[in-house]
């Protein structure tokens, strides 16, 4: 024996070491730890190897490796694909954790997968979760619980697609801090708002309405506050024509955030603090 420590301590390290599990790698020195997440998407690496990104519960987003699940043979089967929410078991990489386990919580993608538009609206669900959400390893719980919310909302086909989808996109956007002027206006705070001018942040009033700014339904506004507070009944009771007016005015809105505002928002982040 060439340990130097006493058998007390021996005895005591596998105890110490379960308890590590579970917390989050960046604690210390812990090299395992459990989560579950929503997978956004995979790529492949190498030959057998694939790159999982994952949004989870308590850890953020997170990438990992899942060695050999390209091979037939794989333990982790089908449930490192997009849309599986899984409890997982990583050990902290120098670059990329690595995937050691994952069991299936519940598989959404075989509900969806049938169904075109609601595999669609959940495609665009994981990607704008993941451009939304930029930092690995910060915790957003929030995003987490709303990404869940509206996949779980998609399979249960209790509402139609878009109206869920863009449920979702005001609201994510809102946790990111970016939910649109609805009721005073993003300029000046005057009630009186007319207009959804993007670039301000939301509805408008007359005076600070800028050239080209669309002047929507009022239904069509009414719509988009119930979704983003999820008032569920107001949104089923709404009009095709208001919907298609709300779904063309977020997804605007949802474009020039992801294109100009967060991208923005990084390049802040990143200037040396003066
Ligand atoms: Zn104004």
Known sequence: MNSTHPWWF?????????????????????????????????????EAD????????????????????RRTTSRFGARLEPFTHVDLQLHTGRTLDVVTQAETIRPYGEALVADYPRYTAGSAMLETADRLIMGEKEPALRQFLLLVGGLRALAAAEHEARLVLDAYFLRSLAVAGY????????????TAVRAFAIVAGGMVCGNCRPAGAAVPEGETLA???????????????????????????????????????????RHVEREPAT
């Open 223 to 265: 719509l988009m506050l119930a979704l983003l507070k999820g008032d569920w009944p107001a949104a089923d009771a709404s009009l095709a024509r208001h919907r298609t007016e709300c779904s063309g005015l977020v997804a605007a809105y949802l474009q020039w955030h992801l294109e100009h505002g967060i991208r923005s928002l």
């Open 50 to 69: 694939r790159i999982v990104t994952v949004l989870t519960k308590r850890t953020g987003k997170i990438r990992g490796v899942a060695k050999g699940v």
């Open 10 to 46: 021996r005895a005591a390290r596998p105890r110490f070491e379960a308890f590590h599990v579970g917390l989050p790698a960046k604690l210390g020195k812990v090299s395992l730890y459990r989560d579950e997440g929503v997978v956004l998407r995979t790529h492949k690496l190498g």
């Open 179 to 190: 939910a649109p002027a609805l009721q005073a206006c993003a300029r000046c705070q005057a």
